[in-house]
């Protein structure tokens, strides 16, 4: 029954958008509540037909659009678990944003595009086909830029917005590339009359028809594309100063939507990644230094939510690495994954909130100026500390678990490869996560205040999600993780696709069929442990009131790795200063003067030839009749004269 219903899963949000452009200035809180009651009715559509469908069913409704393109809904284990999230996740994020947003002159157009913005990413999840899949994550780049430059005014947020705008667009251009070459590898197969080129369905079941090469070029296209939208190096020099707009509309870029959108499109299409020859050697590799590259900026930033933003990068790196080991593990890889994506949104979300709840009080981002806010603040400190410690990956809570899977799975890769090099980035990442995370947490709630705040706690519109989010944060990993596992790493299995077929073309050796090839030792199973409280334990002794290490001690303001770790490695410079003002900039300029002294310059040539040429012809046109007969007796005898001239010499 709920499965009639699919389709208002994006069709509520997109009813409210409408609804909330238009009539929202006349509606209490910019008719936000609108927004809201849109995103849960999803959540209750997702829910009922995840009761339905669980454990074997799959949603798949299709119509026909153009030539052999469709139109349809594909609600698999993969997908519903994606709608659950986002529907959930997002009903929070907008309730919370309802007091946080309130009294803001941009309160309609805000619910208006964050409704829009929820509707897209939602239907890029169910979409059954790749284009249509495209058409959603272009629909998701735009909303990403209205929101985070909401308020335009401020140049800042302006900047950012077109930063983030064209970054993912070099990603986009790059996946649009990959499904045209797709589609064409497609269409030579000869497929009966009748058959969508480009539905998920039909691409897995005709991938050991597919040139190897081919594959592996459409995966590397395919990947630039999640690069740009999940802020893997080197794309992701957007997403920090996504921070620009308002902490609600971070909190859903970061936990729901947008960048875990690289992250499902990798895992929609793993099947082709397998097939692909280092295909998913590339996604491990990108995956794993981005999760290390991310966490090593994180240490010496004191913007609250910039903290929180390298912290997404590098949680995005390791669904990216959990990905790329399945050269080894198989389709099991993409449970590990998700799983972490879906512990990730709860947490992230969590702290993103709360350090909106924070600057919402404080009126200030800078962790500098903070300090002592606990003792005013102590729900948001509380639940803070639990986002902090499922994202820390401390025993017992939701982000242990989904860690700790990635990083024996990537030593698993390890062992069966002898390349150990992803495992390395992601257990000194790991380390590195604890120890800015507290770091955060204690210069924001613990110690004296460092200036004059406003010190009183948010109200409970805002606090409710908080404290909802940071349960799902705690308790969700352990009783979900088996289950989860094995329902969406059997997703493929609803398709026929056999991993142990495809595993000779991508050239991967598959010794247990996605099972545990190797048992890990016994300090590989504790060192996630020991990493994440070691990671802890050192961020108390260099930053909370009971500090026993003085960090100028180690590192002083002009030391020269402090340096690099503030600018970001040179990120602006190279891209921006150099790369796009420099380098970009002299090449359009020389193009331009190519185009307008070369190609310009040639037709204009041709142009003023002709028209010179013609007036001379035209002035032989006197319109006296003795001067034509003249000209055509002279015409005849030169005529006679070639004739005579021919023939003489035999021509």
Known sequence: MYADYAYLIVGLPVLAFILTIFFGWHLPRGGGFLTVLATFAGFIISAGIFLETFPEKVVHQ????????NVGILIDPLAIVMLLMVTFVCTLIHTYALGYMNGDPGMARYFAEAGLFTAAMLGLVYSDNLLQLFIFWEL???CSYLLIG???????????AKKAFLTTRVGDVMFLAGIILLYNNMAKLGLPEGTYLLQFPVIYENLTKIDPTQLTLVSLLLLGGAAGKSGQFPLDIWLPDAMEGPTTVSAMIH????????????????????AAPH????????????ALYAATMGLAAFDIKRVLAFSTVSQLGYMMLALGVGSVVGAAAVGVSMFHLIGHSFFKALLFLCAGSVIHAVATNDLREMGGVGRYMRWTAGTMAIGGLALAGFPGTTGFFSKDEILVTAWEYGATTHDYLPYIFGIVGALLTAFYTFRMWFLTFTGEPRSDYHKHESPWIMLGPLVILALFALFFGMPAQEGFYETVGNNFAHYGVNFEELAPIGGHVVEHGGEEAVTEPFIIKILPIL?????????????????????????????????????????????????????????????????????????????????????????TQTGVIQNYITALVFGIVVLVIVIKLAMEVGL
């Open 531 to 619: 990493v994440g409280v070691g990671g802890i334990i050192l961020a108390l002794l260099f930053y909370s009131p009971w500090k026993k290490l003085d960090v100028r001690k180690f590192v002083g303001e002009k030391d020269l790795l402090r340096t690099i770790l503030v600018k970001r490695y040179y990120q602006h410079e190279i891209f921006t200063a150099w790369f796009a003002e420099t380098v970009v900039y002299g090449i359009s300029l020389i193009a331009n003067i190519f185009d307008i002294r070369i190609v310009d310059g040639v037709l204009n040539k041709i142009s003023e030839t002709t028209l010179g040429f013609a007036n001379s012809i035209r002035r």
């Open 150 to 160: 909401f308020w335009y005014r401020k140049p800042s947020a302006a900047s950012a």
């Open 279 to 290: 295909g998913l050697l590339a996604v491990a590799y990108v995956g794993g230094f981005t």
């Open 255 to 274: 936990a729901a939507t947008m960048v875990t959108a690289g992250v499902y499109l990798v895992a929609r299409m793993f099947p082709l990644f397998y």
């Open 140 to 142: 998701v780049g735009l």
């Open 62 to 69: 299709s119509m026909h659009w153009f030539a052999t393109l």
